[in-house]
């Protein structure tokens, strides 16, 4: 979550809040499943609760996974991008 969260603040500086993280009445709230999932996060929108991202509908991982470029692992950021250009950010 801190690699998304930094990715998140760099993109969209103090546009954007992270807040909620495992509260109970939040979670009641916004989590499709209403409970805590181990590695699991939702992304919503403030002002409508509009469901952005959910890793428990999408199963994808948006930053985190790792690849192998000419030999070397770096961060695969194509995730993270594409659904920034999805939500038209």
């Not at 929108?45 to 030999?71: A, C, N, P």
Request: no cysteine.
């Amino acid at each position: 979550m801190d690699r998304l969260e930094a990715m998140l603040k760099d993109r969209f500086g103090d546009d954007i809040v992270v807040s909620g993280r495992n509260d109970p009445d939040q979670l009641s709230r916004l989590s499709p499943s209403g409970e805590w999932r181990v590695g699991a996060f939702e992304v919503t929108r403030l002002g409508d609760d509009e469901l952005l991202y959910s890793k428990l509908e999408t199963k994808r991982h948006l930053v985190g996974t790792r690849i192998k470029v000419d030999g070397e692992v770096v961060h695969d950021d194509k995730p993270f991008n594409e659904w920034v250009e999805k939500w038209g950010f």
